[in-house]
């Protein structure tokens, strides 16, 4: 499958943004979603996740109830709104995606075999 990530820019803290992750390519079987964020200078690290179904999602901790994840299958589309937005979000937003589902607890970064090219999100304060 290959992913292509959109809807960064650039926002005022307190502002929205939804980015939007688009599959084509091989979507069968069944893939989970996740969004990845690796701000300037530091390590990439965990944001969002769904199931196919969208019957399991987990979030970082700093992003829960800010962020909200979601997926349309019919067209192959995941999408991340983004709420409350604060400079330390801050950072190039990567999607990605597994056929192998989610496990039970927070997916690590090396479950995920699909990566999309990234969207710059910033977020001035």
């Known amino acids: 499958v290959q992913l292509q990530a959109s809807g960064g820019g650039l926002v005022q803290a307190g502002g929205s943004l939804r980015l939007s992750c688009a599959a084509s390519?091989?979507?069968?079987?069944?893939?989970?979603l996740a969004w990845f964020r690796q701000p300037p200078g530091k390590e990439r690290e965990f944001v969002s996740a769904i199931s196919w179904a969208g019957s399991l999602i987990f979030y970082a901790d700093s992003v829960k109830g800010r962020f909200t994840i979601s997926r349309d299958n019919a067209i192959h589309t995941g999408y991340l709104q983004m709420n409350s937005l604060k400079p330390e979000d801050t950072a190039a937003y990567y999607c990605?995606?597994?056929?192998?589902?989610?496990?039970?607890?927070?997916?690590?970064?090396?479950?995920?075999?699909?990566w999309g090219q990234g969207t710059q999100v910033t977020v001035s304060s």
């Open positions: 390519g091989r979507t069968s079987p069944n893939y989970a």
């Open positions: 990605a995606a597994s056929y192998y589902g989610l496990g039970p607890a927070i997916p690590d970064s090396d479950e995920f075999d699909y």
